[in-house]
């Protein structure tokens, strides 16, 4: 049975999460880097849910599976900034260890959504 809401998929539930992660952790990072490293590792991250949403939302499987190919892409996006992070010192080893092993159970789970949209694409066919 196909879900009737982006918000019982695993994927979009699990970096709605990691997002969450994000949003907490820039409230640690210098005020100078308001308008950079934040902003946009804030941005990469909340596209990730976005593009989930809006693909569950379009109703026709290759735009679905669109939308999370740029989930994915901004999901591996936000994981280049927090190396930056970690680069510049605002995340020690340990923090980036455990954001790293969030970022590949909700790449996994992006990856699974994907291969069932083919699957059920497939089936249409």
């Known amino acids: ?3 009737q809401s ?4 695993h994927a979009w539930k699990a970096c709605r999460e990691f997002r969450k992660s994000i949003s907490i952790l820039c409230r640690s990072f210098p005020k100078d880097e308001k308008y950079s490293l934040t902003s946009q590792i804030i941005r990469s991250s909340r596209s990730v849910t976005a593009n989930i949403a809006e693909g569950h939302g379009r109703f026709h499987f290759q735009e679905n599976i669109q939308f999370c190919r740029q989930a994915r892409g901004s999901l591996t996006e936000t994981l280049d900034h927090l190396l930056v992070a970690s680069d510049e010192g605002y995340i020690d080893q340990a923090k980036l260890t455990e ?5 590949s159970d909700c790449l996994s789970l992006i990856n699974g959504y994907i291969s069932y949209l083919k699957s059920r694409k497939s ?3």
């Open 123 to 125: 089936g249409d066919q």
């Open 99 to 103: 954001l790293r092993m969030t970022y």
């Open 6 to 9: 982006f918000e019982e998929l």
């Open 1 to 3: 049975m196909p879900y």
